[in-house]
């Protein structure tokens, strides 16, 4: 399950920074987005792996035990599977058209998750919760992109939307 403990690292990562700019104001960050989504406080983030290759590093192969069922976990003298996540960080922010900072409260969210993804502590080991897999985050923040669309008035227009989209490749290295 390496996909789920990369993104659970991510989004607790995130989850609860403080939106510079804005006191009290906390980024909440999401691997399942809650329903529904139409307003909020705080501006949110959805973690997630949109698509990612999977190969294997030239390394002795895991032999499973005679008689063992497939699959099997790897063992440790097993070569290594190279696994690279393209993680999409789609951020969004119901903002009050009153806020004295308008212009520049969404800009901050989008830096502070880039920021945070840029300075994080690289490599990191994790044990997937489900399989007791060990593995490795090797670069997350190296190579960062963003989108920003423009800011859209909601119905009552006393509300701005605001959306943008980070992504993030981080490769993951396996025992395997």
């Given at each position: ?15 609860g ?6 006191a009290?104001v ?8 809650p329903?529904p ?23 002795k ?41 308008i ?12 920021n945070?993804?840029?300075c ?9 919760p ?20 423009p ?15 980070i ?10």
């Amino acid at each position: 399950m390496p996909i789920s403990s990369t993104l659970a690292h991510v989004n607790s990562l995130l989850d609860g920074a403080s939106i510079p700019g804005n006191a009290g104001v906390r980024l909440e960050s999401f691997i399942s987005a809650p329903d529904p989504e139409t307003t909020q406080k705080n501006p949110h983030a959805y973690v997630w792996a949109s698509k990612g290759p999977e190969k294997r590093n030239s390394g002795k192969r895991n032999t499973p035990p005679a008689g063992a069922p497939q699959p099997t976990p790897a063992s440790t003298n097993s070569g290594f599977k190279i696994l690279n996540h393209n993680l999409e960080i789609y951020l969004t922010w119901f903002n009050d058209n009153r806020d004295p900072q308008i212009n520049a409260s969404f800009p901050l969210v989008v830096d502070l998750v880039m920021n945070i993804l840029r300075c994080c502590k690289m490599p990191m080991d994790l044990v997937d919760p489900a399989t007791g897999i060990n593995c490795q985050l090797i670069n997350l923040g190296e190579v960062l992109n963003y989108e920003y669309v423009p800011t859209r008035s909601t119905a009552s227009q006393r509300m701005q939307r605001n959306d943008a989209l980070i992504t993030a490749p981080v490769e993951e290295w396996i025992q395997a």
